[in-house]
């Protein structure tokens, strides 16, 4: 028979749970630790602070979980087969929010090898080590590349979704069919999360509203693909972190849901929010589409509002203002 579902509770109790948090020196990691350790939820976080980008960055975002005394941290790799054994021996865990992954399109096409190591080896270590542990509910992160270039104008977790463009994409969709397999095999609750362009306070600075908003404030030229014409599902991370807890919340087998803004906004129109943040113009060099760039994001939210109650409230104009003055403080 199996176990009944630990779900967490969101205030302090005698059987508060523990939730297993990965990639918590990570943007999105950091931002759900910091609001599960908020609610009174024993957060363990573990990251093994690659120099993908900054590590200053990660460690500063552990420094202030680390802040929380419901807060571990351990560093280590989840393609350490040996790690995540006795990390699961160490700790109970009441549920697994998995979303330490090697991230980046661009850096796919350069390093494959890293992405399987940790977005392949890593995840089906920690899938096997969380079903090993009884654990009922198993969250993580995919992504909106799994839709490759569909000519659809709103991505819907009902299409097809095996023409991905790159091994990045390929790796997540490969995690969504291990998930699949897990829940069919062992009954795991398992949820994907297909994310959508995030971005905030705190966030990662090889994506776009990071790198833009540096060269506008240095009065640095920013390069513009496809004319600025590309249209992003920009998703603000307060939003995402809201999905993310709702589907901690709702375990519902196997599912996969898209966490977008579901009002894609052009990149010119982004500049624009940029600048009026910033109070300063951008310099702009328009360029061509580059290779393994999806056309446009968009997401079909309907499945995440029925189960998870997903409903985005922050436009592009208000979140960057929210990052623009996290960035100034942080380094100016
Ligand atoms: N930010 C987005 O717009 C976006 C969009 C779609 C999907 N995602 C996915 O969401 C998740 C979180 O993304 P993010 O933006 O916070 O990225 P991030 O790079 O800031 O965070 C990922 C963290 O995982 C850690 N990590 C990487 N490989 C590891 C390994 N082998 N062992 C232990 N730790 C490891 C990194 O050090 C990093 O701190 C990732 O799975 C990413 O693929 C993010």
């Not at 509770?9 to 931002?31: D, M, W, Y």
């Not at 994506?207 to 693909?225: C, D, H, L, S």
Request: glycine content about 6%; proline content about 4%.
């Amino acid at each position: 028979m199996k176990k009944p579902l630990a779900v967490y509770s969101p205030r302090p109790t005698k059987n508060s749970s523990r939730i297993l948090v990965t990639g918590s020196a990570g943007f999105i990691g950091f931002h759900l630790a910091k609001k599960l350790l908020e609610e009174g939820v024993d957060v363990v976080g573990i990251d093994n602070l690659n120099d993908y980008y900054d590590p200053k960055l990660k460690t500063d975002r552990n420094k202030i979980l680390k802040s929380h005394e419901n807060y571990t941290f351990l560093k280590g790799d989840l393609a350490d087969e040996k790690f995540i054994t006795q990390l699961f021996k160490k700790f109970k865990f009441d549920q697994v929010c998995h979303l330490a992954a090697q991230a980046g399109v661009r850096y796919s096409i350069e390093n494959p090898a890293v992405y399987i190591q940790s977005n392949i080896v890593g995840f089906a270590n920690l899938i096997e080590a969380t079903k090993n542990a009884g654990i009922r509910n198993f969250v993580y992160a995919s992504s909106s590349s799994v839709y490759g270039n569909s000519a659809k104008a709103k991505f819907s977790v009902k299409d097809r979704t095996d023409e991905p463009i790159s091994l990045y994409a390929a790796t997540k969709k490969a995690d969504e069919l291990i998930a699949y397999t897990y829940n069919h095999l062992f009954g795991l609750n398992c949820t994907g999360l297909r994310f959508f362009t995030v971005y905030g306070p705190w966030g990662r600075p090889d994506m776009a509203p990071f790198k833009f908003t540096g060269r506008i404030i240095a009065g640095k030229e920013i390069e513009v693909y496809n004319f600025g014409k590309m249209k992003r599902d920009f998703t603000y991370i307060d939003d995402i972190v809201s999905g993310i807890i709702a589907a901690l919340k709702r375990p519902k087998g196997f599912r996969v849901y898209n966490l977008g803004n579901n009002r894609p906004v052009t990149l010119n129109r982004f500049i624009k929010a940029i600048e009026a943040a910033c109070g300063q113009k951008a310099k702009i060099k328009y360029l061509p589409l580059q290779p393994g760039d999806v056309l446009k994001t968009a997401a079909d939210i309907s499945e995440s509002k029925k189960d998870l109650r997903f409903s985005p409230k922050i436009d592009i104009e208000e979140g960057m203002k929210k990052f623009v003055s996290w960035y100034q403080e942080y380094y100016l």
